[in-house]
């Protein structure tokens, strides 16, 4: 029997998330939504998922990141793959399942048609996925790569090369290099200030002791004169 593959949709973002903690969970906007047992979404379409679009803010409007080339431009585009296997509940299905409320299921059905989405090509488990079990793809120019060797290792210039041409590491590369000029810039005043502290205090401590050895100079000079003049004085007397 041939096997049915299945694409769970995600960011560059986010897979590094995957990465740290090594498995895929479940929607945490269902939790949020209070449904009992939320779930973890594939879909059977091979080229795109519309209904895995995103929010997305560059810093000067808000809009909805809604194709994998969108995707691939400001947060990087990638995919899980795996079997459809019976772990797996259609969306009809995941209505009882879930026991979610029958308004919000519709209200998703309602989305993700409005953004092209079909609803019977969706999958859902209600368990974790290692990222062990699961085939990592990402998408560059128009096209699926793997992004798992055939050694098991991964294909890092692959990864890094579509992760650094995204919008948000060139806009956290921007800012990260604007705080390390901003610590270079104070840390120069720092030692500029500092100079000028050290400049005023030495200073000061010159004056201070050149103060000092002019009045012991003046204080030498003093006993001395008056030796002299006592001792004539002495000498006119004695005439």
Known sequence: MEKTLIY??????????IFKVGKVFTSQTEKMLKVKKPGLW?????KWEYSAF????????????NTPEEFEKYIGCARLVTNLNSLFVT?????????????LWEKMAEIGKSKGAD??????????????NLDIE???NGEWYTLKKEDGEFDTELFNRNLEKTFVFKKGKEMEEKMISEVTKNKENIQEKTEEVIQEKTEEVIQEKTEEVIQEKTEELKPKSKGIFSRVSSLFKSK
Not at 54 to 65: A, C, P, S, W
Not at 119 to 132: C, M
């Open 8 to 17: 769970h949709y995600t960011s560059l973002s986010h897979l590094i998330e």
């Open 42 to 46: 594939f879909s059977t379409n091979s």
């Open 54 to 65: 995103k929010r997305f803010n560059d810093g000067n409007k808000e809009f909805d990141l």
């Open 91 to 103: 969306f009809a299905k995941y209505k009882h399942k879930s026991k979610v409320n029958p308004l």
């Open 119 to 132: 609803p019977t090509e969706w999958y859902a488990t209600f368990s974790p996925i290692s990222i062990n």
């Open 138 to 140: 990402v998408y560059e």
